[in-house]
T-cell receptor
Framework: GDSVTQMEGPVTLSEEAFLTINCTYT??????LFWYVQYPGEGLQLLLK???ADDKGSNKGFEATYRKETTSFHLEKGSVQVSDSAVYFC???????????WGLGTSLAVNP | NAGVTQTPKFQVLKTGQSMTLQCAQD?????MSWYRQDPGMGLRLIHY???????DQGEVPNGYNVSRSTTEDFPLRLLSAAPSQTSVYFC??????????????FGEGSRLTVL
């Protein structure tokens, strides 16, 4: 069945470091891919998305490119801030039932 | 603009007690859903609704009931709480009835502890 695999956390970085959070997927057909972010004490919110191969989603300095050949959608940011400390979820929607399939989440802590 | 509002934010129950988690949205969204979030398990869908009067089960529906009498409200009922239902619960909505875009709007969550 459809699935999403994220790198395990926690990830700890210093401010201004480069961030990569890996996400790979298995899906039938042509899924849409998403990154959601959950700040401490809050609900999830959509960070970015890509709906077809080679699309790049971007928001708040974060980017992710839909790579069909490697079935990946890695999240990157060139220079993280303390305010980026959160849990990041990769997700996909595919197939006829159009259900969101979630990764387990990756916790990021950014130290000043 | 309130978005998705969940109440209560925190609740402690004893085994066997019942309660209702409330969820309301003011965005006129057709699609609403309930998730639970547990450490190491990610997000799991409990129940969802594609419109008033229509509900369906997600992947972990046992022990929970829902109803959708209005577009705005989607309460989650625990009829006889069990310690396994200790979790953080999120309500989420979407403007797409067919839920084709994958963009969900989440509430802030309700933390439930069952003793």
């Amino acid at each position: 069945g459809d699935s999403v695999t994220q790198m395990e956390g926690p990830v700890t970085l210093s401010e201004e470091a480069f961030l990569t959070i890996n996400c790979t997927y298995t899906a039938t057909g042509y899924p849409s891919l998403f990154w959601y972010v959950q700040y401490p004490g809050e609900g999830l919110q959509l960070l970015l998305k890509a709906t077809k191969a080679d699309d790049k989603g971007s928001n708040k300095g974060f980017e992710a490119t839909y790579r069909k050949e490697t079935t990946s959608f890695h999240l990157e940011k060139g220079s993280v801030q303390v305010s980026d400390s959160a849990v990041y979820f990769c997700a996909l929607i595919a197939g006829n039932n159009r259900k969101l399939i979630w990764g387990l989440g990756t916790s990021l802590a950014v130290n000043p | 603009n309130a978005g998705v509002t969940q109440t209560p934010k925190f609740q402690v129950l004893k085994t066997g007690q019942s309660m209702t988690l409330q969820c309301a949205q003011d965005m006129n969204h057709e699609y609403m859903s309930w998730y639970r979030q547990d450490p190491g398990m990610g997000l799991r869908l409990i129940h969802y609704s594609v419109g008033a009067g229509i509900t369906d089960q997600g992947e972990v529906p046992n022990g929970y009931n829902v109803s959708r009498s209005t577009t705005e409200d989607f309460p989650l009922r625990l009829l006889s709480a069990a310690p396994s239902q200790t979790s953080v619960y999120f309500c989420a909505s979407s403007y797409e009835t067919g839920f084709s875009t994958g963009e969900l709007f989440f509430g802030e969550g309700s933390r439930l502890t069952v003793l």
